[in-house]
């Protein structure tokens, strides 16, 4: 299958710092980028998401950044908390409405 | 108004057995797609239905795995002749229209093959 890399596997974040995670694809095809967060028990739950048009978008605490010359796009949870903790899978679309998702991030977020 | 719901929430089966999985998606969803989630794992696409078609099920992996949609509501995914490597979380999601729409998804059926 076409591949959306993502890392870290896992990342660990003090309450009110910030997280980062990254994603990088290679097929150009690709023209819309969202982010799902899943929490254990349950399925994927659509976070935020973009278009490579724009660099960056921002929801609230959680801001996606896009380098779409480097094929290159990051979520950054600001202030985090530790009702954040979750898997967080980046994601991306082709031209065939296929959702390909990442490997995911295991984000915990100690007090 | 009531989210995707999939059923049985876990299965186990022997391995070499016939196992249905169903999804019944948002009403008014015209797209219906089906994943796989091994653990630790990102969701794998199976399959995805736009209305009573299957629109793309590049993502099946061989021909044990069947699913069908035949009134564009509820969804069915069939597996023949279970093998121990089908065990996984097999997840359902629908939306408006496309998957640019958000995916909404079920929580899952956890499959067991012993």
């Known amino acids: 299958q076409q591949q959306v890399k993502q890392s870290p596997q896992s990342l660990i974040v003090q309450k009110g710092g910030i997280s980062i995670i990254n994603c990088a694809y290679e097929n150009t095809a690709f023209d819309y980028f969202p982010w799902y967060q899943q929490f254990p028990g349950k399925g994927p739950a659509l976070l935020i998401a973009?278009?490579?048009?724009?660099s960056e978008k921002k929801e609230g605490r959680f801001t996606i950044s896009f380098n779409k010359s480097a094929k290159q796009f990051s979520l950054h949870i600001m202030d985090s908390q530790p009702g954040d903790s979750a898997t967080y899978f980046c994601a991306a679309v082709n031209n065939t409405d296929k959702l390909i998702f990442g490997t995911g991030t295991r984000l915990q977020v100690f007090p | 108004g009531a989210g995707v719901s999939q059923t049985p929430s876990n299965k186990v089966t022997e391995k070499g057995k016939y196992v249905e999985l169903r999804c019944d998606p948002i009403?008014?969803?015209?797209?219906l797609y089906w994943y796989r989630q091994s653990l630790g794992q990102g969701p794998e696409f199976l399959i995805y239905?736009?209305?009573?078609?299957?629109?793309?099920d590049s993502g099946l992996p061989n021909d044990r795995f069947f699913a069908v949609r035949p009134e564009g509501s509820v969804s069915t995914l069939k597996i023949q002749r279970t093998e121990r490597g089908d065990s996984a979380v097999y997840l359902c999601a629908s939306s408006r229209g496309t998957a640019v729409s958000p995916l909404h998804f079920g929580n899952g059926t956890r499959l067991t093959v012993t």
């Open positions: 973009i278009r490579p048009d724009v």
């Open positions: 239905f736009q209305g009573t078609g299957a629109a793309d």
């Open positions: 009403s008014g969803h015209t797209a």
